[in-house]
């Protein structure tokens, strides 16, 4: 049996109860309660300047943390003609990003059509990658393709040590994203004046908020430099959402209603106003829209009028959006806000 709540059949695999039980939270007011007060309710869309495309749940990693409840027994994956309609909306766009993520996004049939596409028309391309999917032998050519189609990756990386990373994300883990850095660096990655970007993505291994994320910068370069010879060039801190695994690891350890609570009182109202859900289109596997990535794990499309299928896009209708929300999104405006490369989850 995976690790994956739809591979165990627990009742957090449907998204219904997730947010039944988000929404029965007594440790914080409801998220639009907070919104109002801060004078942001409704949260409306200011332009779309990140076009993001989520290309299925099929991952060779299944880690601890993962919003996406993402593993290898996953099989949702976007088709060819799913991925056609993204590259054919976006070229009646000048949107400037284009974010592919998924699971490992680099397994979809389609990644590198979509990755070769987007850059044909000029659009920067940021690649959501956990380090390990380069090592796979089928991939053998992966890091020279990101190289030259000059594809900025986004790795997850936890912490500086084996043990914080290997505990989210498997036993392994570690050494092989720093085998796959290194892999990396060779190229020119997250070396100076190559132009090629390497950014890390850091997210706590507990029921806790991230450190800030200058200071928690600071102290990877100089670790991971120390200990493995290795470089990278921004450190982006993202706060573990309350949804899918680790709402399970909340609830199972007695974390829930103080972890809530934590969020909801380090709620700050200049984060909520810079949400990457304001500029940020995310399409899913089989091309339903949604304001973010946790909105789409969440079955929560766009709504009050929006178009809901990348079929139908409208980037006029689409721009000045009203944002979907709820108490999870406590997530990414508690102290300065979860970056993750877009935003700066």
Known sequence: ?????????????????????????????????????????????????????????????????????????????????????????????DIPTVD??????????????????????????????????????????????????????????????????????GEGVFEKSIQAMRMLNRLGYGVEGSGLVLNLVHNPVGAFLPAKQDAAEAQFRRELLRRHGVVFNNLYTITNMPISRFLEFLIESGNYEGYMERLANAFNPVAAAGVMCRFTLSVGWDGTLYDCDFNQMLDLPLGNGAPRHIRDFDLAKLDTRRIVTANHCYGCTAGTGSSCGGTVA
């Open 100 to 169: 592919i993520t998924g699971g490992a996004p680099e397994l979809n049939p389609n990644f590198r059509w979509l990755v070769e596409q987007s850059r044909a028309m000029g659009r920067h391309v940021m690649d959501r990658c956990n380090l390990t999917v380069l090592l796979l032998k089928p991939q053998a050519d992966l890091a020279e393709f990101l190289a030259n189609n000059r594809v900025e990756v986004v790795a997850s990386l936890p912490y500086f040590q084996s043990a914080q990373t290997d505990a989210q994300r």
């Open 1 to 93: 049996m995976g690790l994956t709540l739809v591979s165990r059949k627990d009742p957090l695999a449907s998204s219904q109860v997730q947010l039944k039980r988000l929404a029965a939270v007594e440790a914080c007011p409801p998220f639009e309660d907070m919104l109002a007060a801060a004078g942001l309710q409704p949260l409306h869309a200011t332009g779309i300047t990140i076009f993001q495309i989520n290309v299925g749940k099929f991952c060779n990693q299944s880690c601890r943390h993962c919003h996406v409840d993402a593993g290898p027994e996953r099989t949702e994956q976007m088709t060819r003609e799913t991925a056609e309609l993204c590259i054919s909306a976006l070229a009646r766009t």
